[in-house]
Structure formats: C-alpha cells, structure tokens
C-alpha cells in the first residue's frame, strides 16, 4: 500500500485531499504541523509527501530542507498558494519534486503525485483499466469501447476514470464532484449529471445506471471478458 503524508495547516483542504487520494487507493495520514511531519518521514513508511508552505509552526521549505538535509529523496509535491516563478524555483532548488498551486482540481494533483511516484518506481501502476467492452489507457489517454475508438473531453475522461476505477459501486453526485472538479465547486450544481449525460451519449447509455436517490454506478453490460486490469 502506497503511504502518503499530507501536511496541511487548512482543514477542509487536507480533507479534501486525504479523501480523493484514499479513492484513487492510497493510505494518507493528515497532520497540520512540520515537526510532526519531520518525526514522521525520519520513522519511514511514507512514500510521498505533500506539503504545504504555510504551516503555523514552520515555513514549509524549512520542513522540505531539513528533509534533504537527513539525505532522505522521498518525493515532496508542494502545495502553495504563493504562485510566483520565484516561489517555484526557489521550491524545486531547495529539493521539492513537483509543485501544484492552490487554488487546485484534484485531478490535477492526483497527476502530480502518480508521476511523482511512477518516476520512482514504487510499484506496478495500472496503465488500462478494462471494464467489458470499455477500456480506458491512463498513459496515452484513449478510451476504447469494444475496440473502437471514443474522443473524450479531459473531464469526461476524469469521469470515466473514476466510474472504471469502482465498477459495480455506486458513486454519490458528491464523490464525482470532488474526484473530478475539485473541492471549489458548488455542490449544489448538475454538472455531474450533465456529464453523466455526455459519457453516456459517447460509451453507450447503458454502461452508466442511476441509482435513485443515490447517484451513479458503472454496471456489467455486454461483457466480452472478464474484467481485467492490464498492468504496464
Ligand atoms: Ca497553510
């Protein structure tokens, strides 16, 4: 299992955060302090770090120093709002791996960290999530459904992800909203139901049920193959 550590002062950020990695399938433990965060990485088990730069105790490249400094290279994707070049530069010479810029879409980060944890080969990734007749390829970003190709907008792709990720579950308006928009959008909004409508109209009406009162599930339909997960 792949340990992630986030180290965020705002609560509902680390949150947000903890909730979307730990659907994507990763174990995250959340603390809001650098000293915690440096006692934990100097213990091991954590495979990457997210880090934020303003944290009540610490400035956040002090925590990314004192990290390099005990010669430890687990990947650090920095969190910040401070979105200026000299910011960036200033975090990736002082040893960060990646740099996300707040406000942010979860997807954007989950990018940054599956890269982060592909460049250093902490596992077999999933590269084609297979699901019947559909067939969703992370790394060239093509979906299939029974061989032939479908064009998909980045967010319909993010949508079809996250349905391929969880067949048979059914997933609330909330938990697609998060996972694929990001925590600033009014929860309140059809959106999802929208884009529901246009996977739909794109992978075939019946890969995608809804659930009453609920939300929406990827469900069995035509299945060629059993469903399969490819691994690079
Ligand atoms: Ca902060």
């Keep these: 299992m792949t340990h992630i550590l986030i180290v965020e002062d705002e609560e509902r950020i680390a949150a947000f955060v903890a909730k979307g990695l730990g659907v994507a399938g990763y174990t995250t433990t959340c603390v809001t302090r650098g000293r915690e965060a440096l006692s934990l990485i100097r213990a091991g088990g954590v495979h990457l770090v997210i880090l934020d730069l303003g944290l009540v105790d610490m ?34 010479e002082r040893g960060a791996d990646d740099y996300v810029a707040k406000p942010f879409r979860f997807e954007e980060l989950l990018a940054r960290v599956r890269l982060r944890l592909r460049a250093r080969s902490t596992g077999p990734e999933v590269a084609v999530l297979t699901h019947g007749p559909l067939q969703l390829d992370l790394h060239a970003r093509r979906m299939r459904v029974d061989g032939r190709e479908v064009d998909l ?33 009014d929860p309140g909004s059809n959106v ?26 990827l469900v069995d339909v035509g299945v060629a193959s059993p469903p399969a997960l490819a691994r690079s």
């Excluded at 004192?66 to 960036?88: C, H, K």
């Excluded at 609330?172 to 928009?181: A, K």
Aim: proline share 2%; glycine share 8%; aromatic share 10%.
């Design 153 to 185: 907008s980045a967010r319909e792709f993010a949508l079809a992800e996250t349905f391929l990720r969880h067949p048979g579950l059914v997933l609330t308006r909330e938990q697609l909203l998060s996972q694929v928009w990001g925590y600033d959008f």
């Design 59 to 92: 400035d956040g490249f002090d925590v990314l120093r004192r990290i390099r400094d005990d010669q430890n290279t687990v990947p650090v994707v920095v969190l910040t709002a401070r979105t200026s070049v000299g910011d960036t530069v200033a975090g990736l």
């Design 192 to 217: 999802v139901d929208v884009y529901v409508r246009y996977l739909r109209r794109k992978l075939g009406a019946e890969h995608v049920e809804t659930v009453r009162g609920m939300g929406y599930r």
